[in-house]
């Protein structure tokens, strides 16, 4: 089969594709004939070699995917030959095959086609856990979303709006902006002309907002605090402008008792149930009209390198796939 593998850590031009064997599902493990494959900041990480998301080279690239199980291994009860799958924890899925435990895959409904999955489960299970567990909107609260017209941020502002809250969205271009409209964004913020956290403090009445999801990092973290009611939840879930310096605790206290969190997803999909409660409510959103999933493009698998050019470039309009076949 055709895989991306890595021989060394650097920029997109690292991406290399190579024939090698097609992996076989062993105990508890199915294998998935790869449809789509989705492009997210965390593979950037690995190829980069950052931190935790550093493989050990030669490795593979990719974590999401959709396509069909076409080898199902010893052990595994429910998941069978010829069923449309999804997955966001697929190691290696920029290729043409990957095995994944049936544990950590979920039946793709017929409504819903493979493309649509894969561009849902990273980006869609991340707007899922933000805003029903890591600070659970309600009626009444307001909302501040970075990226408003990005991947995950047009899926959080979405589902934020279907839980009754205001959105405030930022965002750096009139089409971005148009986006975050198109998804519900009640306030839209360019913040490449205004001051975002002058902005939200006027548009709250001087409150400020009960919440910020920021997944810019370093160049909203401080105004992403400034932006806060007292006793807010500042939220920081990426690092798309890089990491956030060490924080004093002490600054939470003087800027009004605030909550800081970072949350990942592997703590909100750890059990092959809660994985599939958060999937269920996204796919019947999808089936209902009550979540639109955007795709900004689409790859051939051997144009991996210039599908992470356009991510980093962070002009994508939506989500990025890359298509094996």
Same mark, same amino acid.
């Given at each position: ?9 650097? +920029?997109?031009?690292?991406?290399? !594709?190579?024939?090698?064997?097609e ?6 493990e199915?294998? !998935?004939?790869?449809?789509?494959a989705?492009v997210?900041?965390?593979? !950037? ?10 493989g ?12 069909? #199980?076409? $080898? ?16 966001p924890?697929a ?16 039946k793709v ?13 990273l $980006? ?9 567990s ?11 979303? =970075? ?9 959080l502002?979405q ?14 271009t ?9 998804? +519900?964004?009640?306030? *839209? !913020?360019?913040y ?16 400020g ?5 920021d ?34 605790? $002490? *600054? ?8 800081l969190?970072?949350?990942? #997803?592997? =703590? =909100? ?13 996204l796919?019947?959103? #999808? ?7 955007? *795709?900004a ?10 599908? =992470? ?5 962070? $002009? ?6 890359? #298509?094996?076949?």
């Open positions: 089969m055709r895989a991306i593998r890595l021989h060394s850590f650097g +920029g997109p031009e690292v991406l290399g !594709i190579e024939d090698v064997p992996p076989e599902a062993g105990e508890g199915v294998r !998935i004939k790869v449809a789509a989705g997210n900041f965390m593979d !950037i990480y690995g190829r980069k070699g950052q931190g935790a998301y550093a050990r080279l030669p490795t593979g690239l990719g974590g999401e995917a959709a396509g069909v #199980i076409d $080898q199902v291994g010893p052990g595994v009860t429910g998941p069978r030959v010829g069923d449309h799958v999804a997955s924890s190691p290696g899925a920029y290729a043409e095959y990957v095995v994944v435990p049936a544990a950590r895959v979920v409904p017929a409504g819903v086609d493979l493309t649509t999955a894969g561009a849902l489960m $980006q869609g299970l991340t707007a899922h856990f933000l805003a029903s890591t600070y659970p909107l309600k009626d009444g609260d307001t909302a501040l979303v =970075h990226a408003g017209a990005g991947g995950v941020g047009r899926l502002v589902i934020a709006k279907r839980r009754g809250a205001r959105v405030l969205a930022t965002v750096s009139d089409e971005k902006e148009r986006l975050a409209r198109s998804a +519900g964004a009640d306030e *839209v !913020i360019r490449t002309a205004t001051d975002f956290a002058d902005a939200a403090r006027r548009l709250t009445g001087g409150r907002v009960d919440v910020v999801y997944s810019v990092g370093k160049d909203t973290f401080d105004k992403s605090l400034d932006s806060l009611r007292p006793r807010g939840y500042m939220v920081l879930y990426g690092q798309s402008s890089g990491p956030v310096p060490p924080v004093d605790p $002490q *600054v939470l206290n003087a800027k009004g008792s605030l909550f969190t970072r949350p990942t #997803i592997g =703590h =909100h999909i750890a059990t092959p149930e809660e994985l599939r409660g958060r999937t269920d409510d796919f019947g959103l #999808i089936a209902s009209g009550g979540l639109d999933v955007r *795709v493009r689409e790859f051939p698998l051997g144009e991996a390198a210039d599908a =992470h050019r356009l991510l980093e470039s962070r $002009q994508a309009l939506g989500k990025i796939l890359l #298509i094996p076949g």
